[in-house]
């Protein structure tokens, strides 16, 4: 389940040769990539625009993405916004300009592409150290003691393996009390959680404006940083930001200058996710809710140990014993259940197993044959025991 090539695609449905397999490894969670109208919006825009700008933000910037920048700043609440190509490109470029050769505190957890972010910081003279996002003690003396000129605490939003999301206003509270910038990716909650409501449709909230909303945070001292490839399906991220950043950015932030730009289709499909998330957002996401909430009933019955505390699309699961995960993929997949694979050493041993994630496009059949083949997993390989907080909760 690794390096697949998907030979055709039917709903949620994926054919990898002769076997067809429900997909649990897809990021689309809200189902915007197989929504017939973002699918018939995109026509209009290739028409007047074609397929490709070409042009790098600063050359030449269609106002396509200006309208997005509008749009996706009153949905975040936010002072402004700014568009380019990739997470991976923004941690890159805006990491190292945001450390300005300064302390960055970066949490032993975060994604992989925070780090290489925080590598470019380093070569540009930021010293780099890591902290345990469970030990905030320990974080704030590190905070107290350091003498640099800046200081940028990096951390992911939702975590891409866990499912959770980490203490927010604690983070953010020290990053004002310290003057730090909290840095904070949130690729996996974007879309799904939002901003809490009494007449919310599920507890991931409303509007899917992202973790800082959902928690009920202020962007003071905190930059957010996202993107449109997950729930929104599509290429394009964000940063929520100042505009005296944003301005800063547009020549210091080497893609704005130098790369090529999102692809027609992408900012048609952001602009038409958005119409969509305003009429159906809160429908779609009570759907995700429940299908999630389906598979973590399933591994609370099996009584097995998931990290996830949260409800969120993202569940890890696992093995009791690592050495069995090559025999649980091949399980899986003959069982027709596709996932993604935690394998050491992408993963310390303790944690080999394998990450389900659910999307709204997934039918509840699906969902079904999913329960349906963990159960017989669990009878045929270890998981690891629910822990005792699971167990009483
Ligand atoms: C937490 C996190 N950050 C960043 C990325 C990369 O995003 P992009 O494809 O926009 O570079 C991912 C993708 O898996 C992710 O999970």
Avoid at 39 to 57: C, D, M, N, Y
Avoid at 206 to 212: D, E, F, H, T, W
Avoid at 314 to 342: M, Q, W
Avoid at 380 to 389: G, K, N, S, T, V
Wanted: glycine share 8%; aromatic share 8%; charged share 25%.
């Amino acid at each position: 389940m690794t390096d697949a090539v998907i030979d055709e695609i039917d709903g949620r449905m994926i054919r990898v040769g002769d076997k067809w397999l429900a997909d649990f490894a897809s990021c689309n969670y809200l189902g915007f990539d197989l929504d017939p109208e973002i699918i018939a919006s995109v026509p209009e825009f290739l028409q007047k625009w074609g397929t490709h700008p070409s042009w790098s933000r600063l050359l030449g910037s269609p106002v396509l993405y200006e309208q997005i920048e509008e749009r996706l700043t009153e949905l975040l609440g936010c002072e402004d916004t700014l568009i380019l190509p990739t997470i991976t490109l923004i941690h890159m470029s805006v990491i190292p300009v945001l450390a300005a050769g300064g302390t960055i505190f970066v949490d032993r957890r975060a994604h992989k592409t925070i780090y290489e972010g925080c590598q470019f910081a380093s070569a540009r003279g930021a010293s780099v150290e890591k902290f345990r996002a469970d030990d905030l003690d320990e974080l704030e003396q590190r905070l107290r003691s350091d003498r640099s000129s800046t200081r940028l605490i990096c951390i992911d939003g939702v975590n891409s393996m866990t499912g959770n999301m980490p203490d927010l206003p604690a983070l953010a509270s020290l990053a004002r009390s310290y003057d730090a910038i909290l840095y904070v990716d949130d690729a996996h909650g974007f879309g799904v959680i939002g901003e809490r409501a009494a007449d919310e449709s599920s507890p991931y909230g409303m509007r899917g404006n992202s973790i800082v909303r959902h928690l009920d945070e202020s962007y003071d001292h905190v930059v957010l940083v996202s993107g449109f490839s997950k729930s929104y399906s599509s290429l394009a991220a964000f940063i929520a930001c100042p505009k005296e950043l944003k301005r800063l950015l547009k020549t210091a932030a080497s893609p704005y200058l130098y790369s090529g730009p999102s692809p027609v289709a992408s900012l048609a499909t952001v602009l038409s996710g958005f119409d969509v998330n305003e009429k159906r957002g809160e429908l779609i996401r009570e759907d995700l809710w429940n299908k999630t909430a389906k598979v973590l009933g399933c591994l609370d019955r099996l009584g097995a140990h998931t990290p996830n505390r949260s409800g969120l699309p993202v569940i890890e699961v696992p093995l009791a014993r690592h050495e069995e995960i090559a025999d649980v993929g091949r399980f899986l997949f003959s069982n027709g259940i596709y996932v993604t694979l935690a394998a050491y050493p992408l993963v310390p041993k303790s944690e080999v197993g394998f990450r389900i994630q659910t999307t709204a496009a997934n039918t509840d059949a699906e969902i079904d044959q999913l329960v349906d083949v963990l159960g017989k997993l669990a009878d045929r390989f270890d998981l690891q025991p629910a822990r005792r907080e699971e167990r009483a909760a």
